[in-house]
């Protein structure tokens, strides 16, 4: 199950440097890990479920895999825990869940932005950004049912606001991801079908 963190998932044949004398060349690794980045409400889940169902790789929320272990939701991880709490158990998850091979995980918004979290992913999967103006976000998180305590009672304009103060602290650890993919309301399942043939043609 645990694989070595490789610089280069999935990509081509990597040379083995043996000191003096030719390289050896080993075969490319079979593994694939793809992990999905971006703010709440990007379509991290939504987008990461249909790029599994069309690789035929797993896939894993990195969301539902903490409250999986932990048998807690999201709210009440923070409410009892604090926010400092629940990061040291999403890193924690996060090392876990990257074991497995031949995966697509989507994080939850913040996991990049925290401890050395992004070059981590960096380092033994192909991390994608999902990138969403500020108003896609918005549309996206006014339409969803699911409780996210960090925007939990805030009116659609206190909304607006918190989006854009906290994308700008963000967006540098996002930024970091080696491919980005620009994403608008997906309110049709060809874009969705879309991205998920972009994100293939990015990483393949
Ligand atoms: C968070 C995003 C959530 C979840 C938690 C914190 C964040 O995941 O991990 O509520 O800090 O942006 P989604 O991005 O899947 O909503």
Not at 41 to 70: C, H, P, Q, S
Not at 95 to 123: A, R
Not at 141 to 151: D, E, G, H, V
């Amino acid at each position: 199950m645990a694989s070595p963190p490789l610089g280069e998932v999935g990509r081509g044949w990597r040379g083995l440097g043996l000191g003096e004398g030719p390289s050896l060349l080993i075969p490319p690794f079979p593994l694939h890990r793809i992990i999905l980045i971006g703010y709440m409400g990007a379509g991290k889940t939504t987008i990461g479920k249909a790029l599994a169902r069309k690789t035929g790789l797993e896939f894993f929320d990195l969301d539902w895999y903490v409250e999986n272990r932990y048998r807690m939701k999201i709210p009440q991880i923070f409410a009892e825990k604090g926010e400092a709490g629940f990061r040291e158990l999403e890193r924690n998850m996060l090392h876990e869940v990257t074991e497995f091979e031949d995966v697509v995980i989507s994080c939850g918004g913040g996991t990049p932005c925290f401890f050395d979290n992004i070059d981590y992913m960096n380092s033994l999967a192909q991390t994608v950004y999902l990138k969403a103006d500020p108003e896609v976000l918005r549309t996206h998180l006014l339409m969803a049912k699911s409780q996210r305590p960090l925007i939990q009672g805030k009116t659609p304009d206190e909304l607006r606001d918190y989006i854009k103060e906290t994308l700008a602290i963000r967006e540098p650890f996002y930024q970091k991801a080696k491919h980005t993919i620009q994403i608008e309301v997906l309110e049709r399942k060809e874009l969705i079908n879309q991205y998920v043939n972009q994100i293939c043609q990015e990483i393949w």
